[in-house]
């Protein structure tokens, strides 16, 4: 079983609708998330994190966290073009100041976002 | 305030040939990370170094890779007698005391071994 799972899509939306995006993690000690938004041949950019059950908004974007389930999501509301990128889920074992950057990524999904 | 600042950019070395990544985190960022993402595959964490010291180095090869975190300087990946193999996108991340856990991610730098 990979550490953190996500499905590799392609995942497909029409522009202005909502993108559901999904990720699984075995790690039970795992206490901070994170999803990075990577386009074709450039670097990672951290769009959200997040470390307590439940959700948490940003703008377009909303990620959910259930650590019974061990499920981390990212919703992308009124979906673009310009949102069209590979989209990576990462975990952390620590939470906050008591950890650092050691993130375990998924494969990441691909979201086509069509006009 | 400048990113993560990573070069070269594009790396072409022969098989045999040493290559070496550098790396200059944020402005105010202590912790530094090396991560190697290859083809077909997801983003791999390889090692976290503070100012001279590696703190975590369980993701490197245990041989012809090292890295190091001067005082004076960026971080400098190394990877020895360089094999096909190695080709990858490298990215260095950095993070800021208060919040370590929160990886900011430079341009990457695409070695390509011929």
């Known amino acids: 079983q990979k550490e953190v799972e996500q499905n590799s899509g392609p995942l497909s939306v029409p522009e202005g609708a909502i993108a559901s995006l999904n990720c699984t993690y075995s790690d039970r000690g795992s206490q901070s998330f994170f999803w990075y938004r990577q386009y074709s041949g450039k670097s990672p950019e951290l769009i959200m994190f997040i470390y307590s059950n439940g959700d948490k908004e940003d703008g377009r974007f909303t990620a959910q966290l259930n650590k019974a389930s061990q499920y981390v999501s990212l919703l992308i509301r009124d979906s673009q073009p310009s949102d069209s990128a590979t989209y990576l889920c990462a975990v952390n074992r620590g939470a906050g100041g008591t950890s650092y950057g050691k993130l375990t990524f998924g494969q990441g999904t691909i979201l086509t976002v069509h006009p | 305030n400048a990113g993560v600042m990573q070069n070269p950019r594009h790396l072409v070395r022969r098989r045999g040939q040493e290559a070496r990544l550098r790396c200059s985190p944020m402005k105010g960022h202590s912790h530094v990370y090396w991560y190697r993402q290859l083809p077909e595959e997801g983003l791999k964490f390889m090692v976290y170094?503070?100012?001279?010291?590696?703190?975590?180095e369980s993701g490197m090869p245990k041989e012809r890779f090292s890295a190091e975190f001067p005082k004076e300087g960026p971080s400098i990946l190394r990877i020895q007698q360089v094999v096909r193999g190695d080709s990858a996108a490298y990215f260095c991340a950095s993070s800021p005391p208060v919040r370590p856990d929160e990886a900011f991610f430079g341009q990457g730098t695409r070695l390509t071994v011929v």
């Open positions: 170094l503070q100012k001279e010291n590696i703190i975590d």
